[in-house]
């Protein structure tokens, strides 16, 4: 096997698992969640059951919905399969990976988030505009924390193309870096916001007051439903993916070997369920906070990310 | 402990005390300003004595366990003693809105560190790289004692204005020398009690520790 | 031995006071213990006259033409200061505005403040003159607020939160001192002795200094109240005991500019230029310019003679940055005379509104035939504070002047301007207060008051014989100084 093949079968196998585990980890999740609050759980693959029905329900649609309701759903799904080829989830050695960078990556979840607002206010109901306008809100602070939170781990490791950071994260030794401790506080604190869970927005309620992209997408139905759900899952999957990329990317294969991919997989597998358990302890602990402390949320994740690149600059 | 080690410890004990910093100015409860206000002390502490450890000096120690005891233990309980005497609402008012005056620390930080950047230059220790951090650490305070308008907060901000002080002279010299510390250390305690009794004049006098109601003072009345 | 004996006297005092500050004799104990205080500054210096300046403890305290004859006015200042708060604290006592802990406080508390002056003064280490400059503030601090009215303890409460963090950022230039310093001297004591640094002053990091000295400037500028940093100085001064206000104005605005003064020297030293001293030019002009507008505007008598101690803390701030041996010998001067004169006027003012129960300057009148020597006391006062000849702040200010028109002929125009306005304010506003016709309501209100007219007789005798002759240990002092400094 020659070596761009190989890669490209990576490749291949890596968005396959993104698009098929997605909903395994959102299962996984709400298990635990389920078990944590003392409650029986629909199982780990409801999920999948779920997006099942809900592609051969009808589709209702809105009377003076435009085109770019019906488009939405498919473009918010391609730019999210789209971002899982770029961001190295088994491998750092994906090709299209080198096409895009982590700004390129950032811009892909903005264009997503773009379609879905405006969808969202193209159905002309009260609650997809307002839930629109949070989404934007949310948005334009979560996005500037994101950059630079990317920024400072792109100064530490040299690089802004992903695969290449995680390259040099792999292969160089364990130090303390207060940088990127820092960076990964502000990450930790953008993924909640971006993918939507508690204390931010809660993925699960349907209340009035309190939704933020759950208003936004009230109005789709049968397969446009499903793969907005879908998306969703494979978008919580992504950022958990990214963070492992980006702060302990330890065990991912560099190579196409597969004994490396077997590595790969089963260290991916024990991270990201850490990730469940720590995604549901927060979420039972804390409760969602008023959408008027969002901004101070994302100010929290803005300054520490602007701290971790001071710090780079100051203690390292 | 390795020398690297023991640098890496020291600046990632640093970034902690930014940290203990901005979250003195970004926090809304008084309480909640205390535990940060005890835990800049004990990662201050920690540092003095990983660097008294390092370069073998044991004079560190002995103000390394100062700031324990006064800085983590005397002053957060005296003021913890103080707040609940006087039953101090539990919620701090600010004068400017707290993403601005993140944006001023922010801006305070780097200026702080082209300030010190001659330093940092001249100096061979292992700790240079923090006196940037120590000197942000005391302009963070004087940020938030111009920012908040309470009796307390300002303390506090004091207090914190004089860690960052005390790691400046960590950072810039391994210390000062134990005579002079000893000294600070006492001043600092006697300012203690001074506030101490500042709270029970302030509060009698005018029935609430907000400061806003001390705006009588002025040349024109 | 003279100088921990001088130091002890005070320390021993306040303790003594401590315990019997509310009895009766407690005023002459503090009398007592200023007077030997005084005595044995004076056997300090005329130790110092005869056998040169000296080096003792280790290297802990040292003596030289410069501290020595500030300690003495201290010294000096703090006893006669004491003899006029006798039946100062004792009338504010039988009108019921202080209690007993208070008395006991307040005794105790001059006492300290007066050893933590002494301390600062005669200390050679850079670290231990900051916390004794710490320690004065926080000894008075609770002494402005003696009175507990609201205004009094917002008074304080300024005093000691902007005199807190203006004099932290000194510790920090201390830090960045002792940071160049370690790298010529070696770590230790050793490092931060004014005696060793200034002779090692020329081979400390310049850049380090500089920015060392924009601390020590923004540090020990608070102190001594020089503009912009000045808010906390007329209320500290204006709401405490007048006996307080007097020493505060007199003498520790005096300690302050000494410990500017000599980190000004070293840095002066290490630059090889006189960047410090521009930046103490600057710093003393707006000061005398901005505070002499003030005067104008003021209508407590207290405050107004605050920002009079603002303006001359101004004149000399600037004469030491402008350099010069005329110059320093002038700003040397200067500070003598002021704290003479400036203490002087205290006195009287404290007695001037005791009569009248007021510290409003409208509703001060007719001083001159309610108490005739306060009446004449403040006249004489304002007279010589202002710079009329033939008193001693005459002689400084035209000292600095002349320096002025030579060196920075430029300045020369503002600073007769500062003088003219603040002149003009003060008279325009003394006037009436002195000889101005009392009202009925006035003249009602004006109580009989037991004063003590002997240290404000003693203070304008000295100021008047300084402007007529300097004696010869004075001037030689001086020029030693004027050497040190350069």
């Given at each position: ?29 709400r298990l635990l969640k389920c078990r944590a609050q003392a409650r029986t759980s629909a199982g780990l693959l409801q999920p999948y059951r779920d997006i099942y029905k809900l592609f051969f329900k009808e589709v209702a649609l809105a009377e003076n919905a435009s085109w770019i309701f019906r488009f939405t759903p498919y473009m918010v799904f391609g730019a999210t399969v789209m971002a899982g080829a770029i961001i190295p989830v088994i491998s750092t050695r994906a090709p299209l990976s080198a096409t895009a960078d982590i700004i390129a990556l950032v811009a892909i979840f903005a264009l997503a988030r ?147 991919l077997v590595i790969s997989y089963v260290t991916l597998t024990a991270k990201l369920a850490v990730i469940g358990v720590a995604i549901v302890l927060i979420e039972t602990r804390l409760a969602k906070m008023r959408i008027f402390r969002v901004p101070e949320f994302l100010g929290a994740a803005f300054l520490l990310a602007t701290l971790g690149m001071l710090s780079y600059f100051m203690l390292e | 402990m390795s020398h690297e080690l023991a640098i890496e410890i020291n600046s990632l004990l640093a970034a902690l005390i930014l940290l203990t910093s901005f979250g003195l100015l970004v926090q809304r ?193 | ?486």
């Open positions: 096997m020659t070596n761009s093949s190989s890669s490209i079968i990576v490749e291949c196998l890596q968005v396959a698992t993104v698009v098929f585990l997605a909903p395994l980890f959102t299962g996984w999740v773009f379609f879905s607002a405006l969808a969202g206010m193209d159905a002309g109901t009260a609650f997809g505009g307002m839930g629109s306008s949070r989404e934007m809100m949310v948005a334009s602070l979560a996005e500037p924390a994101m950059l630079m939170s990317v920024f400072t781990i792109s100064l530490v490791n040299r690089s802004t193309s992903l695969s290449q950071m995680t390259h040099v994260i792999v292969n160089s030794p364990i130090m303390l870096r207060p940088s990127l401790a820092f960076a990964l506080l502000a990450f930790a604190l953008i993924a909640i916001a971006e993918t939507g869970r508690i204390p931010v927005d809660n993925p699960a309620t349907h209340l009035e007051l309190t939704m933020i992209h759950e208003a936004m997408c009230l109005e789709f139905s049968g397969r446009h439903l499903a793969l907005i759900e879908w998306a969703k899952g494979i978008k919580l999957l992504l950022f958990a993916s990214l963070g492992i990329a980006l702060f302990a990317p330890w065990g991912m294969a560099t190579g196409g070997t597969l004994q490396s | 409860r008084v309480y909640g300003l205390l535990h940060i206000f005890a835990w800049q002390g004990v990662f201050l502490s920690v540092s003095t004595a990983i660097v008294g450890y390092s370069a073998g000096l044991n004079h560190l120690y002995i103000s390394a366990a100062m700031t324990l005891v006064i800085k983590v233990f005397a002053l957060p309980y005296i003021l913890y003693v103080l707040i609940h005497k006087l039953r101090i609402k539990k919620e701090v008012e600010d004068m400017v809105n707290i993403p601005t005056t993140m944006l001023i620390g922010i801006a305070v930080v780097i200026f702080s560190y082209h300030l010190t950047a001659p330093i940092r230059e001249l100096s061979t220790l292992m700790t240079r790289s923090t006196l940037a951090v120590a000197l942000s650490t005391v302009l963070l305070g004087l940020l938030m004692m111009i920012t908040r308008k309470k009796a307390v907060t300002q303390i506090i901000g004091f207090l914190a204005l004089e860690n960052g002080l005390f790691f400046a002279a960590t950072s810039a010299t391994y210390g000062m020398p134990l005579v002079v510390e000893l000294g600070v250390a006492l001043d600092i305690l006697i300012a203690a009690f001074i506030f101490g009794m500042f709270f029970f004049q302030i509060r009698t006098s005018f029935d609430s520790l907000d400061l806003k109601e001390m705006e009588k003072l002025k040349d024109l009345d | 031995m003279t100088l921990i004996a001088l130091l002890s006297i005070s320390l021993v005092s306040a303790v003594v006071l401590a315990f019997i500050g509310d009895k009766r004799y407690a005023a002459e104990v503090n009398i007592l213990g200023g007077a030997a205080t005084f005595a044995v500054s004076l056997l300090l210096g005329a130790e110092v006259y005869i056998s040169g300046p000296f080096v003792i403890a280790n290297g802990f305290f040292f003596v030289d033409a410069l501290n020595v004859y500030l300690a003495v006015l201290t010294a000096f200042v703090s006893m006669t200061t004491a003899i006029f708060s006798r039946p100062y604290m004792r009338h504010e006592r039988e009108i019921g505005r202080v209690g007993k802990t208070a008395m006991r406080f307040y005794h105790a508390m001059y006492q300290l403040f007066i050893f933590a002056m002494l301390l600062a003064l005669l200390t050679n280490n850079v670290g231990v003159l900051w916390i004794s400059m710490e320690l004065a503030t926080l000894s008075t601090v609770l002494l402005v607020s003696l009175y507990r009215t609201p205004s009094s303890i917002e008074a304080a409460w300024k005093y000691f939160i902007l005199c807190g963090v203006g004099i932290a950022q000194a510790l920090f230039g201390t830090v960045l001192l002792y940071f160049a310093a370690e790298k010529v001297l070696g770590e230790g004591s050793a490092a931060l002795q004014w005696t060793n640094l200034s002779r090692v002053s020329g081979q400390l990091e310049p850049t380090v200094l500089s920015l060392a000295f924009i601390f020590f400037m923004i540090g020990y500028g608070t102190k001594v109240g020089l503009v912009p940093l000045h808010n906390w100085l007329p209320d500290a001064h204006a709401e405490g005991p007048t006996p307080i206000s007097a020493v505060l104005s007199g003498l520790l605005l005096n300690i302050a500019l000494y410990a500017l003064v000599r980190c000004k020297a070293l840095v002066d030293g290490a630059t090889h230029g006189n960047k410090a001293g521009y930046i103490m030019m600057a710093f003393g002009m707006v000061s005398l310019l901005v505070s002499a507008f003030s005067l104008l505007r003021q209508k407590d008598i207290k405050r107004m003679f605050s920002y009079s101690s603002i303006e001359h803390m101004g004149i000399a701030a600037f004469a030491f940055g402008l350099g010069g041996s005329v110059a320093t010998f002038g700003a040397l001067l200067h500070m003598l005379v002021h704290s003479l004169t400036k203490s002087a006027i205290f006195f009287t003012v404290g007695h001037a509104s005791q009569i009248y129960a007021t510290q409003q300057m409208t509703r001060i009148r007719g001083l001159i035939r309610a108490n005739g020597p306060v009446g004449w006391g403040l006249m004489l006062g304002v007279a010589a504070i202002t710079g009329m000849p033939p008193f001693g702040v005459f002689t400084s200010e035209f000292l600095i002047l002349t320096a002025t028109i030579k060196d920075a002929p430029i300045m020369s125009p503002f600073f007769l301007l500062g003088l003219a306005v603040a002149f003009a304010a003060l008279f325009k506003k003394t006037m009436p207060m002195v000889f101005g016709e009392a009202g009925e309501s006035a003249r009602l209100s004006a109580h009989s008051i037991k004063v003590s007219d002997s240290p404000v007789v003693i203070h304008m005798l000295i100021v008047l014989s300084l402007g007529l002759y300097l004696p010869v240990f004075l001037s030689d002092w001086f020029h030693a100084a004027v050497r040190l400094l350069r």
